[in-house]
């Protein structure tokens, strides 16, 4: 198992447990990354007066949680929950492991925080309508420690001077890769990526993916 067990930020009771539950779903190195979300959202939290570090840590330690389910099992949890599945959803369900997440830890835990449960639900594909802890919390997961990205020095860089900057950054960028592979987009990202672009967003000269 990875260890996991240094943190800067003393884990109350209910983070603990969360932890737990999360490490009892993880893999080692599922694990590793989580634990850099975690740490990485709190710090951009505090570091730009976001607020909600308690929930953005707990978001943290569950939001993959439910990646490796089977995607027949992520699509019965969907129907389950009445969730409104997307076309997108139905051909490729693995975008559906956040919210998935977030309806194992309501169920299992009593974990019914609206922070959280947005910033998971999120943290895939972003959204229009993405609050300013929400974009945090997708940048913690696209640039914590052990992502080893070709631009994600820059987009460290640019995290630590300004979200939306940093998040059209890191978005483009993922969207490229995604093209290149020739995969399937959400349209939630690209909605996105308009929307900062509409609003005058810009990162400057770009870094090959």
Known sequence: MADTTSFSHPLSPLEARVRAWAEARLSPERLVH???????????????????????????????????????????????????????????????HGPAAVWLARAELGLDDAIMASAVMLHTTGDSSMSTADKVFYLADGLEPSRTFPWVAQGRSLAEEDIDRALLFVLSNKLRRLLHKGAIIDPRAIELRNRLLLDGVAFGPREDA
């Open 34 to 96: 989580t634990a850099g979300v975690v740490e990485t959202a709190a710090r951009l939290a505090q570091r730009h007066g976001v607020g909600h570090v308690a929930s953005l840590r707990l978001a943290g330690w569950i939001h993959d949680a439910a990646k490796a389910l089977p995607r027949a099992e992520l699509l019965r949890l969907a129907e389950q929950m009445g969730y409104p599945i997307r076309a997108i959803e139905r051909h490729e369900p693995l975008l559906l």
